[in-house]
C-alpha cells in the first residue's frame, strides 16, 4: 500500500512559476513509476508527465513541453512537478499517481495509487 500526498498547488498569475511535491509512504517509493494528471474544472483527468523508478527517464505530455519538468528523490520518497511559465489552461486539480514498474505509463490504468489532488489556478 502506497498513500501518497500532495502539496504546492495555489493561485499563480500567468507566465509565472510553482512546483508541486507529493510524498509517498511506504520503503518501497523506488520500485514505482510516478505520474503527474490533471483534471481541469468539467473536464477529464488528463496525463502531465512521468518518470520511471530510477529517475534516468521522463516524459511529458504535448502541452506542457518546455515548461514543465519531473523529477524524484527517492531518499526522500518524494516526487516533483516544477511548473513554469503557466498559463491560464493550465488550471486544474493536480494528481500525483503512482505505478509498480519499470516503464513509462501515460494512462491512468498504469497507475495503482493516487493522491486526493491539489488545485493550481492560474490567473491575473
Known amino acids: 500500500q502506497v498513500h501518497l500526498v500532495e502539496s504546492g498547488g495555489g493561485l499563480v498569475q500567468p507566465g509565472g512559476s510553482l512546483r508541486l511535491s507529493c510524498t509517498a509512504s511506504?520503503?518501497?517509493?523506488?520500485?514505482?513509476?510516478m505520474g503527474w494528471f490533471r483534471q481541469p474544472p468539467g473536464k477529464e483527468r488528463d496525463f502531465v508527465a512521468a518518470i520511471t523508478s530510477s529517475g534516468g527517464l521522463t516524459y511529458n505530455a504535448d502541452s506542457v513541453k518546455g515548461r514543465f519538468t519531473i523529477s524524484r528523490d527517492n531518499a526522500k520518497n518524494t516526487v516533483y512537478l516544477q511548473m513554469n511559465s503557466l498559463k491560464p489552461e493550465d488550471t486544474a486539480v493536480y494528481y500525483c499517481?503512482?505505478?509498480?514498474?519499470?516503464?513509462?505509463?501515460?494512462?491512468?490504468?498504469?497507475?495503482?495509487?493516487w493522491g486526493q489532488g491539489t488545485l493550481v489556478t492560474v490567473s491575473s
Open positions: 499517481a503512482a505505478g509498480l514498474g519499470t516503464w513509462i505509463y501515460r494512462t491512468r490504468t498504469g497507475y495503482d495509487y
Open positions: 511506504g520503503r518501497t517509493f523506488s520500485s514505482y513509476t
